[in-house]
């Protein structure tokens, strides 16, 4: 358990999930300028960019193993890193709740939402396409919602959900369904993906 903490750097991915929450409270509803491809543009803000951080580090992380230890222990470990992408989704979840019941406003509410959702990105992309395919998957969300994932109007369409406001149910449930389904590739898929590189020798 200990050296599984530290392949995965629990101790930086808490560091990165209280300084998501330091940056974006006072910074995330700065608007940032990112043209659309169509229609009309809404307003993109920091909060929708500055939430990758922990699924980013939480990649990090699991491209830190050792393939060929990990593929023997896949299963229970698999678990525990489920376990971690969850307990992070959670933990920003509890944050974003306390700082909004505390005078924060709904961009904490945002905030939360936002790193659970692009932590099931991460755990669904990770066993799928390997961690630096998915870190670039990952980065790449929020600018796809910014450049085409607004109507005409100036609203979020409903798959645009880390644009959408934060009573937003069908965000929500965008994000729900990342989790579940990012924790069901995780847990299922076979094997990770093979990098020769480390397979070697």
Same mark, same amino acid.
């Given at each position: 358990m200990?050296?599984?903490?530290? $392949? %995965?750097? #629990? /101790?930086?991915?808490?560091?990165v999930?209280?300084?998501?929450?330091?940056?974006?409270?006072?910074?995330g509803?700065?608007?940032? /300028? #990112?043209?659309?491809?169509?229609?009309?543009?809404?307003?993109?803000?920091?909060a929708?960019?500055?939430?990758?951080?922990?699924?980013?580090?939480?990649?990090?992380?699991?491209?830190?193993?050792?393939l060929?230890?990990?593929?023997?222990?896949a299963r229970?470990? %698999?678990?525990?890193?489920?376990?971690?992408?969850?307990?992070?989704a959670?933990?920003?979840?509890?944050?974003?709740?306390? $700082?909004?019941?505390?005078?924060?406003?709904?961009?904490?509410?945002?905030? $939360?939402?936002?790193?659970?959702?692009?932590?099931?990105?991460?755990?669904?992309?990770?066993p799928?396409v390997?961690? %630096?395919?998915a870190?670039?998957?990952?980065? $790449?969300?929020?600018?796809?919602?910014? @450049?085409a994932?607004?109507? /005409?109007?100036g609203?979020? %369409?409903?798959?645009?959900?880390?644009?959408?406001?934060?009573g937003?149910?069908p965000?929500? @449930? @965008? #994000?729900?369904?990342?989790?579940?389904a990012?924790a069901?590739?995780?847990l299922?898929?076979?094997?990770?993906?093979?990098?020769?590189?480390?397979?070697a020798?």
């Amino acid at each position: 358990m200990i050296w599984w903490c530290k $392949a %995965r750097a #629990v /101790p930086v991915l808490a560091a990165v999930l209280a300084a998501t929450f330091a940056v974006g409270l006072p910074f995330g509803d700065g608007e940032l /300028p #990112v043209p659309a491809l169509r229609g009309q543009a809404g307003h993109f803000l920091l909060a929708h960019v500055v939430t990758l951080l922990p699924a980013v580090f939480l990649l990090y992380g699991l491209g830190r193993g050792d393939l060929r230890t990990e593929t023997v222990a896949a299963r229970f470990l %698999r678990g525990l890193d489920v376990g971690l992408a969850l307990a992070l989704a959670a933990t920003g979840t509890a944050c974003g709740g306390l $700082a909004y019941a505390t005078g924060q406003g709904a961009l904490a509410l945002v905030l $939360a939402r936002n790193i659970a959702g692009y932590l099931g990105l991460a755990l669904l992309f990770h066993p799928l396409v390997g961690h %630096r395919p998915a870190a670039a998957a990952l980065a $790449a969300a929020p600018l796809l919602c910014s @450049a085409a994932g607004w109507y /005409p109007d100036g609203r979020p %369409r409903p798959w645009a959900w880390p644009l959408h406001p934060a009573g937003s149910a069908p965000a929500l @449930a @965008a #994000v729900a369904l990342l989790l579940l389904a990012g924790a069901a590739v995780a847990l299922l898929r076979r094997r990770p993906p093979s990098t020769p590189h480390l397979l070697a020798g």
